[in-house]
């Protein structure tokens, strides 16, 4: 079945460091999706990537979907407090039994130390 | 966005009772999912439940131990049966708008069984 990775797990950083999760799927996706949970949260929406090689940015938070559309990275720029949370990605097949369903990645625990 | 309501937030059940989780998305949602995500975990996608039709599931979850129920579009229900402390988790329903692809999450159910 089709698999999505992503690393790191964890990641800890001092307040104004930068931050990358990288997600990567074992096969081509119709689409890659980003989604926050804060502790005690549920996952909200952050972006969707449609296009091979596309990259939105959201303040400071730049998300890049792949070339090949198997990999996608989110790079959050002089992080905050208020960045603390689970990262995922989620990936979106078309077609088959996969119609529909995301499969998310296992997640980046973002802690921000002030 | 869209909202979704879920109830109860929580709840603590003794081994081998049953609980049943309502979802309330507003209008504009087409599908519905529930998920699991055990704590520090990711999610897991339990079914899709389907309006007016048996959900489908996907591997490891079965009908008998996960009865949903979708009457209308914007109503679901999980049933949690014969409850083992295996179960604990929280419990997650979303929706997603039709042509969108991006899902609206519950603020979930942490369901402790002790």
């Not at chain 2, 699991?36 to 131990?65: C, H, M, W």
Request: charge should be positive; include cysteine.
């Amino acid at each position: 079945g089709q698999q999505v990775m992503q690393i790191p797990q964890y990641q800890h950083v001092q307040e104004g460091e930068d931050f990358t999760t990288y997600c990567n799927s074992s096969t081509t996706l119709s689409n890659i999706q980003w989604y926050k949970q804060r502790p005690g949260g549920h996952p909200v929406f952050l972006i969707q990537l449609v296009k091979s090689g596309e990259v939105k940015k959201q303040k400071r938070l730049t998300f890049q979907f792949g070339e090949a559309k198997k990999n996608s990275s989110l790079h959050i720029t002089a992080t905050q407090t208020t960045d603390v949370g689970t990262y995922f990605c989620a990936g979106l097949l078309t077609g088959g039994t996969s119609y529909g369903k995301l499969t998310f990645g296992q997640g980046t625990i973002l802690t921000v130390h002030p | 966005s869209a909202v979704i309501s879920q109830k109860p937030s929580r709840d603590i059940c003794q081994r081998g009772t049953s609980l049943t989780i309502q979802c309330q998305v507003d209008s504009q949602v087409t599908m519905m999912f529930w998920y699991r995500q055990q704590p520090g975990q990711s999610l897991t996608l339990i079914a899709t439940a389907n309006q007016g039709s048996e959900a489908t599931y996907e591997s490891g979850f079965v009908i008998d131990k996960f009865p949903i129920s979708r009457p209308n579009l914007t109503f679901s229900t999980l049933t949690v049966s014969n409850m083992s402390p295996e179960d604990s988790s929280i419990y997650l329903c979303s929706g997603e708008r039709g042509g969108i692809d991006t899902q609206y999450f519950g603020p979930g159910t942490r369901l402790t069984v002790l």
